[in-house]
């Protein structure tokens, strides 16, 4: 089992930054490959971005290119999302996932709790 713990949410201005973290345990972190996912109330869950266990490789949802980057630190057991130039419809509930493998990433088996991300206009 792998435990995830989002935070780093909040309420911000368009235009602003926030940075996510999810801390991970319970397993070795530098083995699993990790990704952001975001969900609206009423919409589907929606991939935003991963990266491969060692860090090397990374992907992003076209919405969030340029402006968000993820990152990992396998000392710490964690996974960032950096997210800049925010926008009003990057309002969601955002959640990390875990996998073994990065070609799976975008249906992790392992899933955090959500941290809650608001723009306003």
């Known amino acids: 089992q792998v435990q995830l713990v989002e935070s780093g949410g909040g309420l911000v201005q368009a235009g602003g930054s926030l940075r996510l973290s999810c801390a991970a345990s319970g397993r070795t972190f530098s083995n699993y490959a990790m990704g952001w996912f975001r969900q609206e109330p009423g919409k589907e869950r929606e991939f935003v971005a991963a990266?491969?266990?060692?860090?090397?490789?990374?992907l992003y949802a076209n919405s969030v290119k340029g402006r968000f980057t993820i990152s990992r630190d396998n000392a710490k057991n964690t996974v960032y999302l950096q997210m800049n130039s925010l926008k009003p419809e990057d309002t969601a509930v955002y959640s990390c996932g875990a996998d073994p493998n990065f070609s799976r990433i975008r249906i992790p088996d392992y899933w955090g709790q959500g941290t809650r991300v608001t723009v306003s206009s």
């Open positions: 990266i491969s266990s060692s860090g090397a490789s990374t």
